[in-house]
């Protein structure tokens, strides 16, 4: 791991595929701190306007947008999806199984 922890997740982060959301947690188990969801959120809301890292397609383990309000409208995050064919209702990923990455899987 580096030492900055913010850039660990960025690069777990940047790998998520177009057209697919991960957890904050499942983020943060893959990075070794099982109990760390809160420290990837954190991450995810001191990326500003850093466009290298698609942090739209991080979400709670529901599927719900729970960061939407960390983009420059609340709209945006859902929009983003939205354009990579996601379904969106009432700030929840529809079909949400179907779009869910989990890096411990997909990186081992």
């Known amino acids: 791991m580096k030492e900055n922890k913010f850039e660990d997740i960025y690069d ?4 998520i595929p177009k057209g697919k959301v ?8 893959y990075l070794g701190s099982k109990g760390g ?7 995810m809301n001191a990326l500003h306007h850093r466009k290298d890292v698609p942090a739209h397609r991080v979400v709670n383990r529901k599927g719900v947008l ?3 309000n960390a983009f ?3 709209s945006t995050m859902q929009q983003l999806l939205e354009k990579e064919g996601l379904t969106i209702k009432e700030d929840q990923i529809q079909n949400f199984e ?9 990186l081992l």
Not at 22 to 29: F, H, L, R
Not at 37 to 43: H, K, N, P, S, T
Not at 98 to 106: F, G, I, N, Q, R
Request: hydrophobic residues 40%; without cysteine.
């Open 22 to 29: 991960s957890s904050y947690g499942a983020i943060a188990e």
């Open 37 to 43: 969801a809160r420290l990837v959120g954190w991450a």
């Open 12 to 15: 777990v982060v940047k790998l």
């Open 98 to 106: 179907a779009h869910y990455w989990e890096p411990v899987k997909e």
């Open 66 to 68: 729970t960061g939407k």
């Open 72 to 74: 420059e409208t609340p």
